[in-house]
């Protein structure tokens, strides 16, 4: 029954894929460019498809991007893939229909799979082939807010704000707000968010408490100066016009349309605080990806391919049209195209280049690097989302139950076979990047030493 299934699954692929290219195909070999000779051969003779038909989601975000590009372009379809893509409410929601097998897999954040298998909020084996992208996010503060920074923020000959922007210029704002015993409120995404860690970090490099998450206190408030709470990112703009918060994290296009809206700026990026950080994944539950494992290098190679193309010199034109649409993010144009071409706007009228504020391919975006799920992990730690210490080989265990670098060089192996992607794109290394200091505040991050690491700071916790 199976080998009938996989049979017409194949003559299926086959059918659609003739339709589509079949005259490059039939076309003597001297006729057609070398890379183009192995065409989509490798999506039926190299493969065989355990389970063509396939439903994603997504949050509406512009980092969803590589999912509707691989849709579009027809990378899926040519790996024998036949994939919908649909829209989902909230982040919670993501996770549990992924777990319960109602979607095959999501655009995730990054924090999702990793506190899945680390035991904090809902458990479940999640595997994570493929990093969707870097950097992406902003926070973003009311024009009130704004206006009492200014003073302290430091400007340029041009008269423009000198950045990126520390939280220094929000202290005493969120200290005049405690001393007339009044709440500094701000949004972010999702507990296990990129975007809780970065405005976290953003806030703590300057001496204010975003709070400690307890045993007893799952909201993360505990001795706080500024509560965060969650707000879905499309609806972050309308939470601060209305004054329930009064800055948040979160990624495009939600930060420009603050601009666009005039009811906010955004005054740091998390490539500032950060730079070249991971952001969202692509994940999958751990039974799908050992239960069909042809199918999740087949998902992978067109992922690569769509970030590969995404970052490839003109096509994010087009990349904003397709995003534009209602079906994705359906933000304007014109808001879209603030970030996602190479440029971002802070104050209204200041528009500044940023070519690597999206990137979804370069600097080997598309790895899951192992170092990148232990800063996750040393941020739940640090932050009491972990509430025990934990060893060192501990977060290097987690690391690798969580991301899959082996299925992801599985399929850039057979891209580079196809002549798709050079082999210089896949990277020589142990899975663990070099130790860096890009951070906001310059603290060293070596993912070989999450302990270290953790005791570095001022505020969180410390372990032996």
Not at 98 to 111: E, F, K, P, Y
Not at 150 to 179: F, L, Q, T
Not at 191 to 219: C, D, F
Not at 325 to 352: C, I, Q
């Amino acid at each position: 029954m199976k080998n009938k299934f996989l049979q017409l699954a194949t003559a299926a692929t086959a059918a659609l894929l003739v339709s589509c290219g079949g005259k490059k195909k039939e076309a003597p070999v001297a006729e057609a460019p070398a890379a183009e000779a192995p065409a989509a051969e490798p999506a039926t003779t190299t493969l065989e498809i355990e389970k063509p038909q396939l439903k994603f989601g997504f949050i509406k975000l512009t980092d969803m991007a590589p999912l509707a590009i691989a849709k579009e372009k027809g990378f899926f379809e040519e790996e024998g893939l036949f994939v919908s893509v649909e829209a989902q409410s909230n982040w919670k929601n993501i996770l549990d229909r992924v777990i319960d097998g109602q979607l095959d897999g999501s655009h995730m954040l990054a924090g999702q799979p990793i506190a899945a298998q680390a035991g904090f909020g809902r458990q479940a084996k999640l595997v994570t082939p493929y990093s969707m992208d870097l950097n992406g996010n902003g926070i973003t503060v009311s024009n009130d807010v704004w206006a009492k920074m200014k003073p302290h923020v430091k400007k340029g000959a041009d008269g423009k704000p000198v950045h990126p922007i520390s939280a220094n210029a929000i202290k005493p704002v969120v200290d005049e707000y405690k001393k007339n015993g009044k709440a500094f409120k701000m949004g972010m995404v999702f507990p296990v968010s990129t975007h809780n860690y970065e405005i976290r970090y953003w806030l703590a490099a300057a001496g204010i408490n975003p709070g400690m998450y307890t045993k007893e206190n799952i909201q993360g408030q505990v001795d706080a100066d500024v509560l965060l709470s969650v707000t879905p990112p499309p609806q972050m703009p309308a939470t601060l016009e209305a004054g329930t918060i009064y800055g948040y994290c979160v990624g495009e296009p939600w930060n420009q349309q603050a601009v666009f809206k005039g009811i906010g700026v955004p005054v740091t990026t998390n490539y500032d605080i950060w730079k070249n950080n991971p952001e969202k994944v692509f994940v999958l539950t751990d039974e799908f990806t050992k239960k069909y494992p042809n199918t999740t290098i087949a998902i992978t190679k067109a992922l690569i391919r769509a970030g590969q193309w995404l970052d490839a010199p003109g096509n994010r034109k087009e990349a904003v049209e397709i995003l534009s649409r209602p079906e994705y993010v359906g933000a304007p144009v014109n808001v879209l195209a603030n970030s996602m071409t190479g440029t971002f706007e802070f104050e209204k009228g200041d528009k500044r280049a940023m070519p690597d504020f999206n990137v979804f391919y370069r600097y080997n975006a598309t790895y899951p690097f192992y170092s990148d799920a232990v800063w996750f992990l040393t941020q739940m730690r640090r932050w009491g989302q972990i509430p025990d210490a934990k060893a060192a080989d501990w977060y290097a265990a987690k690391a690798k139950d969580v991301y899959k670098p082996g299925i992801w060089k599985k399929a850039a192996e057979l891209l580079v076979k196809e002549g798709k992607i050079p082999a210089s794109d896949i990277p020589t290394t142990d899975g663990y990047k070099p130790a860096t200091t890009d951070f906001i505040d310059g603290t060293k991050y070596d993912g070989k030493d999450p302990i270290g690491y953790i005791n570095s700071f001022k505020i969180g916790n410390k372990d032996k």
